[in-house]
């Protein structure tokens, strides 16, 4: 009898090889299947880089930053002339690999908000403190400047932008917006360049692709945070 039933499992493995391997490398290939990289409307390649939605301006409405920058040089120009301000664009997106994981770089986040577009950093040039070339050098110098501090806090004060859009200088301050009077401190010196968009507002940008997100097992509404977005960006990977 157990001779018997030696044959029979002897036989149906011959038969698995012979159809192409046993039940484990089929549920090994099935595995494999499952985890290739997401091909479709969401993912951009680029450079040999893979970015969430366009390159440029990833999922934020078209023209927004721009607009952004260039309403912000105006009114710091306008409430504080003698600054001599120049503002430039620093970068919106970040390729879905830097933005999911900051790695030992301990400036960035994971999951950072630039893998969606969902952020702006800028060039601070100023004829008083000189051009801006880089935030670990500028950022300490312009921080410290109360009337610049307070022309940013007050331009985000505005209708357009009050609750939607928020300041990196107000980093470690434990609040999300300064106060008038009020200076950045420790990472908010660090990030005094960086803008990005309210966590209450994101899942906005994603309704649109909502069948997409379901093929990664999301929905639009998760996503408001940089947790949920490093989790975005590693399925899209």
């Known amino acids: 009898?157990?001779?018997?039933?030696?044959?029979?499992?002897?036989?149906?493995?011959?038969?698995l090889e012979?159809?192409?391997?046993?039940?484990?490398?089929?549920?090994?290939?099935?595995?494999?299947?499952n985890n290739a990289a997401y091909e479709g409307p969401l993912v951009t390649d680029s450079n040999g880089k893979r970015y969430l939605g366009d390159p440029s301006i990833g999922m934020s409405p078209?023209?927004?930053?721009?607009?952004?920058?260039?309403?912000?040089?105006?009114?710091?120009?306008?409430?504080?002339?003698?600054?001599?301000?120049?503002?430039?664009?620093?970068?919106?997106?970040?390729?879905?690999?830097?933005?999911?994981?900051?790695?030992?770089?301990?400036?960035?986040?994971?999951?950072?908000?630039?893998?969606?577009?969902?952020?702006?950093?800028?060039?601070?040039?100023?004829?008083?403190?000189?051009?801006?070339?880089?935030?670990?050098?500028?950022?300490?110098?312009?921080?410290?400047?109360?009337?610049l501090v307070d022309a940013i806090i007050s331009f985000l004060e505005t209708p357009?932008?009050?609750?939607?859009?928020?300041?990196?200088?107000?980093?470690?301050?434990?609040?999300?917006?300064?106060?008038?009077?009020q200076l950045p401190k420790d990472r908010g010196i660090l990030e005094f360049h960086h803008f990005e968009f309210a966590n209450k507002d994101m899942s906005n940008y994603f309704t649109k692709y909502k069948d997409e997100l379901a093929k990664l097992g999301l929905k639009p509404r998760q996503i408001k945070s940089t947790k949920a977005l490093g989790k975005l960006y590693n399925k899209l990977l």
């Open 62 to 147: 078209p023209g927004y930053w721009k607009e952004f920058r260039s309403k912000l040089n105006a009114h710091i120009n306008k409430v504080y002339p003698e600054l001599g301000f120049k503002i430039d664009n620093l970068g919106v997106t970040r390729d879905l690999a830097a933005a999911a994981d900051a790695g030992g770089n301990t400036a960035r986040v994971s999951g950072s908000k630039h893998g969606a577009g969902l952020a702006q950093d800028i060039y601070m040039h100023t004829k008083k403190y000189g051009e801006y070339t880089s935030y670990k050098n500028d950022n300490p110098k312009l921080a410290k400047d109360q009337k």
């Open 1 to 15: 009898m157990l001779l018997h039933e030696e044959n029979i499992r002897k036989l149906i493995k011959e038969a």
């Open 160 to 181: 357009s932008y009050n609750g939607k859009v928020f300041w990196g200088g107000a980093f470690s301050s434990g609040k999300r917006s300064l106060k008038k009077g």
């Open 18 to 33: 012979a159809i192409g391997g046993d039940s484990n490398s089929q549920s090994t290939r099935t595995s494999k299947s």
